[in-house]
C-alpha cells in the first residue's frame, strides 16, 4: 500500500483525482483509512494510505503528475459559500410553482432534486483576468457558477445561448466550481483559460475546447 502527503488546500475531491484520475477514487481512500470520512478536514502534511492499483484513469494521474498540476479547490470552495442556501432562494423567488410542488414529494425525493442542483459537479483551474465559456442549456436545466473569488455565483438558466464571462481584479490562480443539474446542447471552453475536471459525467451534445488531452474529456459525453 502507498502514501501520500496532503498538500495545503487539498480536500478529499482533489486527492482523489491526484491518485486516482476520479472522485470515484474517494472509495479507495475512505477504505484505507479508517479515521477518514467525508466530512474529514484534511490538513497540510496528513498521510493518507492508498492503493496505486487501483488507479482509475491512470492517464490522468501521470497527465498531472508529468505537467506539475497541484488539484487544489481550497476549503474556501466549499466553507465561505452557501450553495445549498442561494439555489433555494433563487428556486423559491423564480421558479415558485417547482418550489411549491417539492411539498408533495417525499423527502427522500426533496432531497435528491436539491442535491442534483447544489452538488459540485466540474472543477476548474483557472490562471488569467478574465475566464469565458460559452453554453447552450438543455430546457428545465441549471448551472451555478462560483467563480472562486468571493463574488455572488451567478445562475445560467433558459435554452438560449449565452456567453458566460467573468473578470477577476488581478491576474493570478482562481478555482471555478460548477454546480446544478445541467445539461447542455453546447459547452464551449475555448476561452477558459484554464484546466477542467469533472467531478462526473458532464452532457453536451457538443463540446469544445483546446486542451488535446482526451482523458479529461472521458466524463464530457457528446452526441
Known sequence: MAQYRVRSGQNIYDVALTLYGSVEGIFDLLASNSWLNMETQLSYGMILDYHEEFAINKNIVI???????LVKNGEHIYNYLNIEEVVKNHIATYHSAQYNSLAEMSSDEQNMYWESLYTPRMV?????QVSDMI???KADTH???DWGDYTAPQIIEGTEEQEVEHCYKGSGKH???????FECTKL?????NGVYYPLGVIYADEFLSVLD???LKKLIITQ
Do not use: S
Open 63 to 69: 497527465w498531472l503528475k508529468d505537467n506539475n498540476v
Open 124 to 128: 476548474i483551474h483557472h490562471q488569467g
Open 135 to 137: 453554453v447552450r442549456l
Open 143 to 145: 448551472l451555478i457558477v
Open 175 to 181: 478555482i471555478i466550481t460548477l454546480y446544478g443539474d
Open 188 to 192: 464551449d471552453f475555448r476561452e477558459l
Open 213 to 215: 488531452n482526451e482523458d
